[in-house]
């Protein structure tokens, strides 16, 4: 039997916020093979931010235990997560999230600049992550000068170009109007078919159906986890 | 390697950050430019005051006495050496007889007047009215001709002797020796030039003096007072035994009781090193005020800005650590930013000084040696650094979760 790529188990997140704890996660287990395509769903609130934030190592569980890639993160200090996140997780968020002073060369290059890949390698990497995201032509445009589809195209580039071994957005099409939010989804289905590891978080099914398999959560509990036996395939364009 | 590339990309942001903000890193930098103006042009005077004063004192001579009424540098003493009697032309012949250690006596004793030669004059020169012995106690050299003779002296011959200065502004090209000079309207034959001296302290400049027979100047100048006895000892080790001996002579040459203090002052240029130091050392004491506190005032601008800065920056704070910044690659990178504003107001506040300098220069002598411009810059280096502290570790401690939501 091969080893998941994510394992949760018995995942508690406790929010102490003084006067009243609030339960975001109350137990949560979760296995998710490699080259999975999955969708978190759930309503605000229901906790589906707290476990992408988990799965994301932005935030470490108040009890249970999470592995990625065999490796107990949840262990792990500050500096050992953000060594996790460069190498192995890629962030595509609602909000795009780039650094607005830098151009999209710039914003892709940052995660080879925390891991310390040379100058010329880094720029030879960047470019090639956005050319397969169709922005080949668009290296020096700052975030202000692109399109919101192209913006998130350059944070799909981001996550893309330390090869991670999961990409885990968050509502990555919140923000783009259908058409745009479309080809988005067909570039993840792309990236599927290479190979890829996806997390999807969102709350619109239509978005969800794109995935190979939705799990629902509700009140920190997964409420659901099935396959989806409706796919929608995206039309690219 | 990864350190080499995260001081990069902060040297690149910050530059960013700076350019982003120019008004606003401009004024964040005025503390530490007053501060950076303010030690260098410290440094800079008291620089040139050493340099000045070491030339100026080597050419004086260090083994010679001058027996005055005053002391240098009274203080505030003065009111008690008002009432001392005057020195007297005489005792120079007295002192020369009695002291073993004095190989040069002159008494010298001064004043100011118009000199003219044909149609060029200078008002307020300096005429100091002395023997022969003078070139020997003075420490300057004859460019030009000799000194006045023994003989010139005895028989108080219409006679001078002129600083550089004097030639070269009376003179112009001519050669000064043999031509007439006339002296509060008297007519003095020259019959030297002295070598230059240059400016001692940078201030009083001793070549624009002219030297005649002391007896001649008497008649002259009938008002006598400031006269100096110069007296050049055989050697500098035995100053301090000069110095005894001097004592002696003139005590008895004023015929104190033993139970009377000393009514005449023995100066020598350890005194002038004295007022020499308490002058830097005033220049140093205010310098260093101005500077702390406007380096107070510029470390607060700086370590203000900075914490606007990671505020304004926490969603970027949170991107850097999503894609894997750690702790240590967030405070470096606004480490580098503050340090980099603050020396920004070190280059600005060094030019400043620079041209300040050449203001000063023309009352106070100033040096720049590569050091002082070097301290500058270090000293904004690591007022940046402290100031850069408290904001850069805030910056490293924030939440990645919170931050990304931060709007």
């Given amino acids: ?237 | 390697m990864k350190i080499l590339f995260q001081l990069e990309e902060a040297f690149k942001i910050a530059i960013q950050s700076i350019l982003a903000h120019k008004l606003r890193s401009a004024l964040t930098t005025l503390g530490i430019i007053i501060g950076i103006v303010s030690v260098t042009l410290m440094n800079m005077t008291i620089e040139g005051l050493g340099k000045a004063f070491q030339s100026s004192i080597s050419s004086i001579g260090a083994d010679v006495l001058y027996i005055q009424k005053w002391p240098w540098f009274a203080g505030e003493d003065w009111w008690k050496y008002r009432n001392r009697r005057e020195i007297q032309i005489t005792y120079a012949k007295e002192i020369k007889e009695k002291s073993s250690y004095a190989v040069a006596v002159a008494p010298s004793i001064g004043a100011s007047t118009t000199i003219r030669f044909g149609g060029n004059f200078m008002e307020n020169v300096f005429v100091i009215g002395t023997t022969e012995e003078f070139i020997y106690t003075a420490g300057v050299a004859v460019e030009m001709g000799r000194f006045m003779s023994e003989v010139e002296v005895k028989a108080e011959r219409p006679v001078c002797v002129i600083g550089a200065e004097i030639a070269e502004k009376l003179f112009g090209n001519l050669n000064p020796i043999g031509r007439d000079l006339k002296i509060a309207g008297r007519s003095f034959k020259v019959v030297g030039v002295l070598e230059k001296q240059g400016k001692f302290l940078g201030i009083a400049s001793l070549d624009d003096r002219v030297y005649i027979p002391i007896g001649q100047f008497i008649r002259m100048f009938p008002w006598r007072w400031g006269t100096t006895i110069n007296v050049k000892v055989r050697d500098i080790n035995e100053i301090e035994d000069a110095i005894e001996e001097l004592r002696g002579i003139m005590r008895a040459l004023r015929k104190l009781k033993p139970w009377q203090e000393d009514d005449f002052s023995i100066n020598r240029q350890e005194l002038l090193l004295n007022a020499y130091n308490q002058t830097v050392g005033i220049i140093g004491a205010v310098g260093l005020g101005i500077t702390i506190l406007s380096l107070i005032v510029g470390a607060i601008g700086v370590m203000n800005i900075m914490f606007v800065s990671v505020k304004e920056r926490t969603r970027e704070i949170g991107i850097r650590k999503a894609v894997g910044a750690t702790r240590f690659a967030i405070l470096i990178q606004f480490l580098i930013e503050a340090i980099l504003i603050s020396s920004l107001g070190g280059i600005i506040g060094l030019i400043f000084a620079i041209m300040l300098g050449f203001v000063v220069d023309q009352i106070i002598p100033t040096a720049l040696p590569i050091w002082i411009a070097l301290v500058a810059i270090l000293i904004s280096i690591i007022v940046g650094l402290i100031s850069g502290l408290i904001p850069a570790y805030k910056a490293s401690k924030v939440d990645p979760v919170e931050s990304l939501r931060y709007e």
């Fill in chain 1, 1 to 237: 039997m091969t080893m998941p790529l994510i394992k949760l188990e018995n995942v508690v997140k406790i929010y102490d916020l003084g006067a009243e704890k609030v339960h975001a996660l109350r137990g949560i287990n979760l296995e998710i093979q490699k080259g999975e395509y999955v969708a978190i769903m759930g309503p605000s609130g229901s906790g589906k931010s707290t476990l992408m934030n988990i799965i994301g190592c932005l935030d470490t569980p108040t009890s249970g235990r999470y592995f990625l890639n065999g490796v107990n993160v949840s262990e792990l200090d500050d500096n050992e997560l953000a060594r996790i996140r460069n190498k192995e997780i890629g962030f595509v968020f609602q909000m795009f999230n780039l650094l607005p002073r830098a151009d999209a060369l710039h914003n892709v290059e940052l995660p080879l600049i925390y891991a310390g890949v040379p100058g010329n390698i880094r720029k030879k990497l960047a470019r090639e992550a956005l050319e397969m995201v169709g922005l080949g032509d668009r290296l020096h445009h700052k975030p202000n000068e692109l399109s919101g589809g192209q913006r998130q195209r350059v944070a799909i580039a981001r996550a893309l170009v330390n090869k991670p071994s999961i990409i885990l957005a968050d509502e990555p099409t919140g923000n783009l109007d259908t058409k745009t939010g479309n080809e988005i989804l067909a570039l993840f289905d792309e990236l599927h078919a290479k190979g890829n590891t996806i997390i999807l978080v969102t709350h619109e099914p239509d978005v969800a159906r794109h995935a190979h398999r939705i799990i629902r959560i509700r009140d920190g509990m997964i409420e659901s986890d099935e396959k989806v036996v409706d796919r929608i395939i995206a039309q690219k364009g």
